[in-house]
């Protein structure tokens, strides 16, 4: 499968020139700042927005909203890991060599990798948080799938990936985060259903914040010295 991009005709090694060319023309300060962002600042700002939107679906609807949307973002990381775990024996099929190993007069930013290049393992994960948060909540989960598409450039400008290796990897992320929704929400609704019961571990769910009139399907649970004054009250 290397001879895929074995010559520079190819559309997939003339992207890559293109667009990794842009890093030689760049200052230095700017590629350090896509080697740090390709490599770890994407991926840290994709657990920012996770976190961002437990925070907010906690604050808001109802109880069953609450506990599917947090079952939903549960579901965000480990689809990604689950494609991870996928592209294991893909890769090791494929067996595509990174492209500064296949041609010259790339600009490499970051060194030792030393694995094979398809598909590319942070445009899996990246795509696969951002679909699976997107059917948690449509809004950050678009902001996740715009972090991931710039995952992807950036691991072309950086020059360890062919554009193929990302187009690759976004379609892995996408389709375990896809096909698998299903049964992982169907086994993890139940659970944080359970979890939104618990006294303590309940506000993992449900914020003390939320508003009462979003929890109208529910029965209130009031005090007993207040249901006690109440009875005084109809007594009197």
């Not at 808001?60 to 990604?80: H, I, K, M, N, Y």
């Amino acid at each position: 499968m290397a001879e895929l991009a074995s010559d520079g005709s190819n559309p997939d090694v003339s992207l890559l020139y293109d667009i990794n060319g842009l890093a030689k023309d760049a200052p230095t300060w700017l590629d350090r700042v896509m080697e740090f962002v390709g490599e770890y600042g994407i991926m840290l700002a994709l657990v920012l927005v996770v976190l961002w939107c437990w925070w907010t679906v906690r604050r808001r609807g109802t109880v069953e909203d609450s506990v599917a949307a947090v079952a939903g973002l549960v579901w965000a990381p480990l689809a990604a890991g689950i494609a991870l775990l996928v592209n294991i024996p893909i890769r090791g099929f494929v067996e595509r060599p990174r492209p500064f190993l296949e041609h010259q007069g790339l600009e490499v930013l970051v060194d030792g990798k030393t694995d094979f290049s398809f598909v590319s393992d942070h445009a899996t994960m990246a795509m696969g948080i951002g679909v699976a948060l997107f059917l948690a909540h449509r809004w950050f989960g678009l902001a996740a799938i715009g972090l991931a598409l710039a995952e992807g450039f950036c691991r072309v400008y950086m020059g360890v990936h062919y554009p193929t290796d990302v187009v690759g990897g976004f379609a892995l992320g996408t389709a375990v985060a896809l096909l698998l929704a299903p049964v992982a929400l169907a086994l993890l609704t139940p659970v944080f259903s359970a979890v939104a019961r618990s006294r303590r571990a309940g506000r993992l769910v449900r914020s003390r914040r939320a508003p009462v009139w979003a929890d109208r399907h529910e029965p209130l649970d009031l005090p007993e010295q207040r249901l006690e004054g109440d009875d005084n009250d109809l007594a009197a």
